[in-house]
């Protein structure tokens, strides 16, 4: 038996161990993350931009306490970040928490900072009651100063602080031009992707003839051209990439008119000019059976309706090369677009296919009726799945080393101007504003932007009798283990009652 001095020794041992394990792990903040996208763990790229601070980096997070728990855990989780943030950045980044609801002076402040208060429902005292709730936070970086006016939550809350924290600590941003003159959409008509890429750059509408300008931009974008380029505009796009930078293009080769109907092919010129470097983006339709869908009004008894129906002109891509520009997408819709082919013309140039239609596509000529009321087939789709997305890299000039992205679409990422404006799939915005980071950024901010992509559609392609399947399985099988365990247990019971008789006899 133990004497009362060994208790009184160990009990103090263990306190003891305790607090220095408090200690340390206040000090040493470390979570085992075990999920399949890593979304509890802090890319290369946070870590990377937290260690190059150079000044004192503060963080003011207005949050209310006594939240409902599922809103509460994103102040949880947005203090364990602070907590990482702070131990990578050498000690620059420092960080309070506030609750503005503790006083008049305190909201005031809060609003101030750009932080407005959220209405929120919640339950007190068996009743259901509107609270005013402060979820944001402000960031001081020398003379600047960034709010995030509500902190998201999950994964999309390091892409929202390390993009934050980028855009305070850049110093000089490249310059990225968007080219004009040939009918090509304005930066307007881009309103998501803009968002994105104001962060990390400057971005500027260029013209091809003003040399002086386009030679102090990182990379050039040209989107949806639909007029001629010139022999010179051409030559100067060959000495921006004898520079070795980059050239971001989505091409349209066809055009599609709904009002009545029919396709009509697109040439500038620009085609040309690609399929000298190898780049052939073909003048047809590419049809996938796996598609987005059309409004068609069709009458119903006494009443019009809006009656959504697949349409094979507007593939819904979802097979994407292992690429830093792909990584982490999964589905992108790209609206008439057209197949492109490889022809390389140089062994000092690598050709890396970037997106596919799936195995059951189709071509059609590009000037064509489309025959939006048609039943599709199976039998329809006979082709093997299409490239939609290019990367050549090497000596597209010669000997200089630079980068394109082709895509035979350019519309995937364009929302429209004024009240024609429409939201986008996250998936769309991600593509082209990776693909512009990659040729122009090297800090791997796009991990953390298709990050936050969350949307898990299923990828093999399934027929109608297999997709009944799954769903009896879905509905059976855990009917069918409920069952199987009461039997098991059942019979297990009655084992033990049998020995137990058996022995209680003997």
């Known amino acids: 038996m133990l004497s009362k001095g060994t208790l009184l020794t160990r009990l103090i041992l263990l306190i003891g161990i305790l607090v220095l394990i408090n200690v340390v792990s206040c000090r040493f903040h470390k979570r085992l993350d075990f999920t399949g996208d890593k979304r509890y763990t802090l890319s290369q790229p946070t870590k990377d931009i937290l260690r190059a601070l150079e000044e004192p980096l503060t963080v003011k997070a207005y949050f209310s306490e ?14 364990e970040t602070l907590i990482e943030y702070k131990n990578l950045s050498n000690g620059l980044l420092n960080y309070e928490f506030i609750n503005p609801n503790e006083s008049q002076e305190l909201e005031t402040e809060a609003q101030q900072a750009g932080i407005p208060p959220q209405m929120l429902r919640m339950r007190e005292s068996d009743q259901l009651v509107q609270k005013r709730v402060y979820m944001g936070a402000q960031f001081l970086y020398g003379d600047q100063t960034e709010v995030l006016p509500s902190v998201p939550p999950d994964a999309a809350m390091e892409y929202a602080l390390s993009s934050l924290v980028k855009k305070m600590a850049v110093k000089d941003k490249a310059t990225v031009g968007f080219v004009q003159g040939h009918s090509e959409p304005s930066l307007g008509a881009m309103q998501q992707a803009l968002g994105e890429l104001q962060v990390l750059y400057n971005l500027n509408n260029v013209d091809l003839n003003d040399t002086s300008f386009i030679n102090q931009c990182k990379t050039l974008a040209i989107v949806a051209p639909k007029d001629s380029f010139s022999l010179n505009e051409l030559n100067n796009l060959d000495a921006f990439l004898a520079q070795g930078k980059g050239l971001y293009i989505g091409l349209n080769r066809v ?37 987005g869908t059309v409004s068609v009004r069709q009458q119903r008894g006494f009443f019009v309706v809006n009656q959504p129906i ?4 507007i593939p819904i891509v979802q097979n994407f090369a292992d690429h830093p520009i792909t990584k982490g997408i999964e589905s992108v819709s790209f ?4 197949p492109i082919s490889i022809q390389a013309q ?26 939006v009321g048609k039943e599709w087939k199976p039998s329809d789709f006979t082709m093997p799945k299409q490239t939609v997305g290019v990367v050549a890299e090497g000596n597209l000039t010669p000997n200089i080393n630079s980068k394109i992205v082709v895509f035979g679409d350019g ?3 364009i929302n429209g101007e004024g009240q024609a404006a429409q939201a986008l799939s996250p998936n769309n915005i991600s593509l082209m504003v990776n693909s512009i980071d990659w040729l122009s ?3 791997g901010l796009n991990e953390l932007r298709t990050k936050v992509v969350t949307s898990r559609p299923l990828k093999a392609e399934l027929t109608d009798n297999n997709k009944f399947f799954i769903k009896i399985l879905n509905f059976l099988l855990p009917i069918a283990l409920i069952l199987l365990y009461g039997a098991f247990r059942w019979m297990r019971n009655k084992a033990r009652k049998r020995k137990w008789e058996s022995e209680r006899y003997a």
Do not use: H, M
């Open 411 to 413: 519309d995937f990422a």
């Open 66 to 79: 006594d939240l409902p728990p599922q809103i509460g855990n994103v102040r949880k989780k947005f203090k």
């Open 255 to 291: 055009d599609a008119n709904l009002q009545t109907a029919t396709g009509t092919a697109i040439s500038t010129g620009l085609e040309q000019w690609l399929a000298n470097k190898g780049i052939v983006v073909e003048e047809n339709f590419v049809l996938d059976q796996k598609c």
């Open 441 to 443: 950024d090297d800090t």
């Open 346 to 371: 140089s062994e000092n140039i690598a050709y890396t296919p970037l997106a596919y239609t799936s195995s059951r596509s189709t071509l059609q000529s590009a000037n064509t009726q489309f025959d």
């Open 335 to 338: 609206p008439f677009a057209s």
């Open 310 to 313: 697949p349409f094979p002109y």
